[in-house]
């Protein structure tokens, strides 16, 4: 199975921060990562499919990049409603493999 | 904006089965493969298995091979996902998603307790 690590596990940054979260996968994978919003109590959203298409309807102040085995998702100016866990997702064969998340808080 | 809604908490004795169920409108389930998902409290995302839209073949996490199993009823558009021989730490909320290879949408979310 291919191991997604993603760093770091919480991050805390002021509102108005450049926050860069990292995934790298054990082989590569092409660019089939997606990455999710999860807010407490809520179901993941998608946010960026394919390593770096920005989905329809979020903010383009998220992006993302990456290929083979090293993927970021930047979020360019944090804003207030951006404190969530973020995750990435592995979907180059199965089984698909998720990131441990990353968990944003406000400095 | 396809839409799932998936059936209410469980609550389950060790070595019970559970079955969830994930309802879809429409022709969902003939144009896309759905994926299962949980997620125990406090952690984070776990890949089940899924089931093809175009037939019933499946996959599984090779963690869940015997244990679960993945269907569909077209005629209901419903798919449902069931877990025999429940632990304590199958305590999770699983979730189910239409499978483009990314994950979207998602149902609400199903938490099942395994508890004596």
């Known amino acids: 199975d291919i191991q997604m690590t993603q760093s770091p596990s919480s991050l805390s940054a002021s509102v108005g921060d450049r926050v860069t979260i990292t995934c790298r996968a054990s082989r590569g994978i092409k660019n089939y990562v997606a990455w999710y919003q999860q807010k407490p109590g809520q179901v993941p959203r998608l946010l960026i499919n394919?390593?770096?298409t920005l989905r329809s309807g979020v903010p383009s102040r998220f992006s993302g990049s990456g290929y083979g085995t090293e993927f970021t998702l930047t979020i360019s100016s944090l804003q207030p409603e951006d404190i969530a866990t973020y995750f990435c997702?592995?979907?180059?064969?199965?089984?698909?493999?998720f990131g441990q998340g990353t968990k944003l808080e406000i400095k | 904006q396809v839409q799932l809604v998936q059936s209410g908490a469980a609550v389950k004795k060790p070595g019970a089965s559970v079955k969830v169920s994930c309802k879809a409108p429409?022709?969902?389930?003939?144009?896309?493969?759905i994926s299962w998902v949980r997620q125990a409290p406090g952690q984070g995302l776990e890949w089940i298995g899924w089931?093809?839209?175009?037939?019933?073949?499946?996959n599984y996490a090779q963690r869940f091979q015997g244990r679960v199993i993945i269907t569909k009823d077209t005629s209901s558009n419903t798919a449902f996902m069931e877990m025999r021989s429940l632990r304590s730490d199958d305590t999770a909320v699983y979730f189910c998603?239409?499978?483009?290879?990314?994950?979207?949408?998602w149902g609400q979310g199903t938490l099942v307790t395994v508890s004596s």
């Open positions: 429409g022709s969902t389930f003939t144009k896309y493969g």
């Open positions: 394919d390593a770096s």
């Open positions: 997702h592995n979907y180059n064969n199965a089984p698909h493999t």
């Open positions: 998603a239409v499978d483009y290879d990314w994950f979207d949408p």
């Open positions: 089931i093809s839209a175009s037939n019933d073949n499946t």
